[in-house]
């Protein structure tokens, strides 16, 4: 749900990066926050564990610039991908504007980013969204490994509506920013017809 | 639609800043500001220059839905007031019209109860106006600024 502050003249909007134990959601963020001018991004905030595992959110304020004089800012999320963090997930995508799924490419991940998809729907239509309603794109992470499916494949069993979606490698930032920017756009243009 | 769209009118805006300036002045307290439940900042006062608001705002919105999933668990409505204590600062959260989060940062120069009397009557004043507020956003005459952008508009933001 974004807030159009009319006063400030700003828009927020939420996006949720969500996706399997391990996949890359936070080195996303990671590597946004790097790349960006120290004017246009707040703090990053971690909630993790003391092995760097994420156990409530990360949080990262962007500022991307203005549409027609108002500041658009996004506010990006991680959820805690691991299998038991259900119920946090289930609260970080309340309000949510849009969702990046974060696929891990390597072969002997495939079910593992199934079982997430699945669960993302479900943990959505608790909150009275539906997957095919909000702007979504996909990123299949982990592109330099060795042992990866094709994008073939994982498009065929991760992406049946067919949204946009990239080839990533997070910890040097391939695909990151053009994800962010794919849903940044869709954000938009949701906002355009009326809101989510 | 889940939630209405969240919108800040500037009438509106003006009435909640004078109920959180009052309140800073009243509870003698260090910062005041209200968050939506999202984690969006919607107004603060206070010795806030010297803060990180928007990550305060996230954290605050984190934290009730933690205990918002809590109260679930145990079959209750909602945990509406939390207080934290520490060595110095301490902060008392209460949630207001289910929809809203008071957060008021107080030293020593205060007290909690003093903080819990003032708090009540801001929330009574803080309900009524996003009531309204709510009211107005739901009146299908109210247009987006956001109608009229092209897709121009969208992609000269991502023209570095």
């Known amino acids: 749900m974004s807030f159009i502050n009319y006063m400030a003249r700003e828009i927020n909007c939420k996006i949720v990066y969500y996706g399997p134990g391990l996949c890359g959601k936070t080195t996303n963020l990671q590597y946004i926050y790097e790349r960006t001018n120290p004017d246009a991004k707040g703090k990053m905030i971690s909630l993790a564990t003391e092995t760097d595992r994420t156990l409530f959110f990360d949080f990262l304020p962007l500022a991307l610039g203005e549409i027609r004089g108002f500041k658009t800012r996004f506010h990006l999320y991680t959820v805690p991908g691991q299998v038991f963090y259900d119920a946090s997930r289930k609260l970080i995508l309340k309000g949510v504007d849009g969702v990046v799924f974060v696929a891990d490419s390597q072969v002997e991940r495939m079910e593992a980013n199934e079982e997430s998809v699945e669960n993302l729907k479900t943990n959505l239509e608790e909150q009275g969204y539906k997957l095919e309603k909000i702007p979504y794109v996909i990123q299949y992470n982990k592109r330099d490994l060795p042992e990866v499916a094709t994008v073939e494949e994982l498009r065929q069993k991760l992406n049946p509506m067919n949204v946009p979606d990239y080839e990533g490698v997070a910890r040097t930032g391939v695909g990151v920013f053009d994800t962010l920017k794919a849903v940044a756009k869709l954000v938009l243009t949701e906002l355009r017809k009326g809101g989510p | ?160």
């Open chain 2, 1 to 160: 639609m889940v939630n209405p769209q969240m919108v800040m009118y500037e009438e509106e805006f003006n009435q909640i800043q004078n109920v959180v300036d009052r309140l800073v002045k009243d509870a003698n307290a260090k910062v005041v500001f209200i968050v939506d439940k999202n984690g969006q900042l919607i107004a603060a006062s206070g010795d806030v220059d010297n803060l990180d608001t928007t990550s305060l705002a996230s954290l605050t919105a984190g934290n009730i839905a933690a205990t918002g999933g809590m109260a679930k668990l145990l079959k209750e409505n909602e945990f509406a007031t939390q207080f934290h204590e520490g060595e110095k600062a301490n902060i008392h959260i209460q949630l207001v019209g289910n929809r809203v989060i008071l957060v008021v940062i107080f030293d020593s120069k205060s007290s909690l109860g003093l903080v819990r009397l003032r708090v009540r009557r801001a929330s009574e004043e803080l309900n009524n106006i996003f009531e309204a507020l709510l009211k107005k956003v739901a009146d299908p005459g109210a247009d987006s600024p956001f109608a009229e952008i092209t897709d121009e508009d969208i992609d000269n933001l991502f023209n570095d």
